[in-house]
Antibody, heavy 119, light 111 residues
Framework: EVQLVQSGGEVKKPGESLIISCEGS????????IGWVRQMPGKGLEWMGI????????RYSPSFQGQVTISADKSISTAYLQWSSLKASDTAMYYC????????????WGQGTLVTVSS | QSALTQPASVSGSPGQSITISCTGN?????????VSWYQHHPGKAPEVLIY???HRPSGISNRFSGSKSGNTASLTISGLQAEDEADYYC???????????FGGGTKLSVL
């Protein structure tokens, strides 16, 4: 059974750094792209970027380029989303999702990680 | 980054059918059959209902169906049930600035 398990919710202050994780199981982690999706409070889904754990090829939405870093450790089947300096506007639910081999369409989703940034 | 265009809300009565549209352009929906639909209940992970325009994953009810015409994809839900009340999103491959774009989401109310 394919599963994506995300790390727990975080409460941080503006300016702090943060890494959240997404562990995949039940499939070949290195053979599928993993993407990250943001949902701000009361808003829709926004695609942030993707990584191919097999070779760490990474692509970002222009809206998120330079704002976050996506990485993966294939030895432990885990993808990461990282911020170096959080802002209040980063408060959101973040989902990881495995992408289908064709068309980059998400097929399996993690349960979400709620990030709250507040002074 | 422009999202695909969905109606903000739709509603229907139990047993009825509704259709949600998702409009893009030639660089996404128009030229590619990589359109997916998701059901999202608040606080839960989104669930894939349809992929590649009209394919249902195993376990998804045949009350959900997808289609595409030109630059617009559609999700039809037949035999509406109370538990169908949720947010629905479309997504498409795009050959522009990023490989994936989402619609803005549609809130379905079952009256």
């Amino acid at each position: 059974e394919v599963q994506l398990v995300q790390s727990g919710g975080e409460v941080k202050k503006p300016g702090e750094s943060l890494i959240i994780s997404c562990e995949g199981s039940g499939y070949s982690f290195t053979s599928y792209w993993i993407g990250w999706v943001r949902q701000m409070p009361g808003k829709g889904l926004e695609w942030m970027g993707i990584i191919y754990p097999g070779d760490s090829d990474t692509r970002y939405s222009p809206s998120f380029q330079g704002q976050v870093t996506i990485s993966a450790d294939k030895s432990i089947s885990t993808a990461y989303l990282q911020w170096s300096s959080l802002k209040a506007s980063d408060t959101a639910m973040y989902y990881c999702a495995r992408q289908r081999p064709r068309g980059y369409q998400p097929d399996y989703w993690g349960q979400g990680t709620l990030v709250t940034v507040s002074s | 980054q422009s999202a695909l265009t969905q109606p903000a809300s739709v509603s229907g009565s139990p047993g009825q059918s509704i259709t949600i549209s998702c409009t893009g352009n030639r660089s996404d929906i128009g030229d590619y059959n990589y359109v997916s639909w998701y059901q999202h209940h608040p606080g839960k992970a989104p669930e894939v209902l349809i992929y590649e325009v009209s394919h249902r994953p195993s376990g998804i009810s045949n009350r959900f169906s997808g289609s595409k015409s030109g630059n617009t994809a559609s999700l039809t839900i037949s035999g509406l049930q109370a538990e169908d009340e949720a947010d629905y999103y479309c997504s498409s491959y795009t050959n522009t600035y990023a490989p994936l774009v989402f619609g803005g989401g549609t809130k379905l109310s079952v009256l």
